[in-house]
């Protein structure tokens, strides 16, 4: 690691909101698989399932721009993180306490609000505390995210032997945990430094996005396709593994696939930084199809914790990928607005998979919704094709 971007990583934003996200995740990694498997504790279906994961993603890819637009024009981001994070953790408590269908599909969609509100400012964030070495920025704060997964992954495994509903309330408890660092992020220069669109209108800032100009619209439609395949997938895996193996590996194999993420975010950010983002991002997208696929034909327990290893690896390329990609798209200041759109387009995917996993299980089976999966990933090559012939050719 470079000696200015260690001390980048030491001194400013990068470190209070790695430490935020890996206490994040360590929330989210214990209580994600069990959603699906309270819902059906609940006396939900497969509809209420894809609702679960659809619900949280329609609110947040709504909200997530506008908050950008907003935390841009402010030129604060700490107070939008904290009150994101402290809304999630509420949140998952009151998934905890849910006794019904509605309250717990309620309460899910509200953290999708909260969640919408702290990721835009946390992303620009990081783009800010790594500029010029976005890669590697965010690969770094990656790697203790998705660290902070495969933590949560194992407790998740353990308190759910108490009860299936114990991950939730671990993990309200690790999300509020996650809002205190960020008291601590210091944005370089000051806020109105990072931020120069400080009270400009937010009609002439919207105006000025690179997200609206052509070349990050192949990127958008990419990340639409793929989060799409991936909502299809990963809304009902839990439910799979749970059939196959037993619900006490369910845990198990999830955090092979967050393992795997933590050793290859960082390395595959600063190869992207080096070789661009680009060719990275097809790369991810393949095996994205080849995962897919594999998860229809492998009945082994030690075989599929090496698919959900090559998972975790895909997603890793995949995701630093297009964060990173959008950050160097992003003008001084404008970072939560335009990184707040490529998340917007990662969760309306997971807003559609869901419905669309739900239909073709309701009909079919899972057989046939992992090759649609990999169908509809294999269609994200064409847009991702075309970034690489207008790599160089777009001004920003």
Do not use: C
Not at 159 to 164: G, I, K, N, R, T
Not at 202 to 223: D, E, K, N, Q, T
């Amino acid at each position: 690691m470079p000696g200015r971007f260690y001390r980048r990583l030491r001194r400013g934003i990068l470190l209070p909101i790695s430490i935020t996200i890996l206490l994040a995740n360590v929330g989210f990694g214990a209580a994600w698989p069990y959603f699906p498997i309270v819902m059906r504790i609940l006396g939900g279906g497969f509809l209420a399932v894809a609702l679960i994961m659809a619900s949280f993603n329609a609110v947040m890819s709504a909200v997530q721009y506008p908050f950008g637009l907003l935390s841009d024009w402010m030129g604060s981001r700490r107070r939008f993180a904290i009150l994101g994070q402290i809304g999630t953790s509420a949140m998952m408590a009151s998934m905890f306490l849910a006794g019904s269908v509605p309250a717990f599909l309620a309460a899910r969609a509200a953290m999708g609000f909260f969640q919408g509100i702290s990721t835009p400012s946390i992303n620009a964030l990081i783009a800010a505390g790594s500029r010029g070495w976005t890669g590697r920025g965010f690969g770094t704060v990656n790697f203790f995210g998705n660290l902070g997964f495969f933590l949560g992954n194992l407790l998740g495994s353990r308190a759910s032997s108490l009860d299936p509903r114990m991950p939730l309330l671990l993990g309200s408890f690790f999300l509020l945990l996650s809002a205190l660092p960020i008291l601590w992020v210091r944005e370089e220069g000051g806020e109105t430094a990072v931020t120069p669109f400080r009270g400009e209108k937010p009609m002439r800032i919207l105006a000025s996005r690179p997200a609206l100009r052509p070349g990050l619209w192949p990127s958008l439609v990419a990340s639409t396709l793929i989060f799409t395949s991936s909502g299809m997938v990963y809304a009902f895996l839990s439910l799979y593994f749970e059939e196959l193996f037993g619900m006490e590996h369910v845990g198990l194999i999830f955090s092979s696939g967050a393992a795997a993420t933590i050793v290859s975010v960082y390395a595959f950010g600063r190869l992207q930084d080096i070789h661009g983002k680009e060719p990275y991002l097809i790369l991810g997208a393949l095996l994205y199809v080849i995962v897919f696929l594999l998860y229809g034909r492998v009945a082994d327990l030690k075989l599929m914790l090496l698919v959900e290893a090559l998972s975790g690896t895909k997603y890793a390329i995949v995701w630093n990928g297009f964060q990173s990609l959008a950050a160097d798209l992003s003008p001084r200041g404008g970072e939560a607005s335009t990184l707040g759109l490529i998340s917007a387009t990662a969760s309306l995917g997971w807003t559609l998979g869901p419905f669309a996993g739900a239909a073709i299980l309701a009909h079919r089976g899972f057989h046939t919704l992992f090759l649609a999966a990999a169908a509809l990933a294999a269609a994200s090559l064409i847009p991702l094709a075309q970034t690489v012939k207008l790599k160089g050719r777009v001004s920003y």
